[in-house]
């Protein structure tokens, strides 16, 4: 777990050096077969595993981001799921107690 979070960090800086050069028809193909491709795993996998690491990095990509427009983006897992990851997170490395959204 401790080299994971470092490794997926430096990875992801990489895959970013990789679009600079790209075109944005390029990315917009690229987005739109990933998006198929991962529509396609959802129908096969029932319930997906995701590491503590898994969790960090799309919390840290996806929290400041409203929840209607987490809607609109396909992910694996629910907007609310992202929004509890991100509580159960700052709980842990705060010590802050869990508030309720409705609350």
Known sequence: MVLRLPYL??????????LLPMTDIDKDIEILTLRHQ???????????????????????????????????FRLIVSPDTILRWHRDLMRRRHGVQAVHPDQ
């Open 9 to 18: 960090a430096v990875s992801r800086v990489f895959a970013l050096m990789r």
């Open 38 to 72: 991962l529509a396609v795993l959802q129908r096969q996998i029932d319930r997906p595993r995701f590491t503590a690491a898994d969790r960090v990095f799309l919390v840290a990509l996806l929290h400041r981001l409203p929840r209607a427009r987490l809607g609109q």
